[in-house]
């Protein structure tokens, strides 16, 4: 894929890291997608459907969306964010487990004193486990996916700075939302890596999408491209 290798040195140059992994999926669905924890240590993979359907601008345009991923370390922010959800999680485990432990050694023998304490601090335990596995199971993927929007919008304008041509993005943007292939080979738990991924519609989509709305995106590239 000469013209895929060229559009990704260039705009590595321009973004000035190294020259990331290519990688093209055999997937007739237009996307695209950036892993990294690095710069020195970057992955970009690119469908066959968006190269078959992108012009060169476009495919410059995204390209450049997934080297902003890599140059704002954006997956090093959203490991941080799973792992601190996560250790909400253990913490929430633990707290229910030992508090329900200790609530039972009164329940089984009530008895003022030692056993009395142990109970209350159980008790203390289990609605701070309560509290914990709220923020970790309720909270948690709220936040996650919020921040994973408002990188999505950094990445789509740290892009047009790359490019200076927001009009490309945009357009991008538009074709794939509107090709009736979508994305089939990519599992659940990495669907939120990819250029544009569609959670749905209505208020529960844009609570937990990973993805802002197309149309948001693509208002935001146009009003960009108006201060050009």
């Given amino acids: 894929q000469p013209r895929l290798h060229r559009v990704v040195e260039t705009t590595a140059i321009r973004a000035g890291i190294p020259m990331p992994k290519i990688g093209v999926i055999d997937d007739p669905a237009p996307n695209a997608f950036a892993a990294s924890l690095s710069p020195t240590n970057a992955v970009i993979g690119v469908t066959t459907g968006a190269l078959d359907l992108l012009d060169d601008s476009e495919l410059e345009a995204v390209v450049a969306h997934e080297v902003a991923h890599i140059v704002n370390q954006d997956g090093r922010v959203t490991l941080t964010t799973f792992a601190l959800v996560g250790s909400i999680a253990s913490l929430a485990g633990v707290l229910l487990v030992l508090g ?22 159980g008790l203390i335990m289990l609605v701070l ?87 948001e995106r693509v208002a935001r590239l146009r009003q960009i491209g108006r201060g050009f």
């Fill in 129 to 215: 486990g309560a509290a914990f596995a709220l923020v970790a199971f309720v909270l948690g993927p709220l936040i996650s996916s919020a921040v994973s929007r408002r990188r999505e919008f950094l990445a789509d304008a740290s892009g047009v700075e790359l490019t200076r041509f927001p009009d490309g993005l945009a357009r991008a943007l538009e074709k794939i939302e509107a090709h009736p292939v979508k994305l089939s080979t990519a599992s659940f738990e990495v669907r939120g890596l990819f250029f544009v991924n569609s959670y749905g519609e209505g208020w529960f989509a844009a609570l937990l999408g990973s993805h802002p709305p197309v149309a």
């Fill in 100 to 121: 329900w432990a200790m609530v039972r050694t009164v329940f089984t023998e009530f008895k003022f004193g030692l056993g009395f304490i142990t109970g209350m601090l």
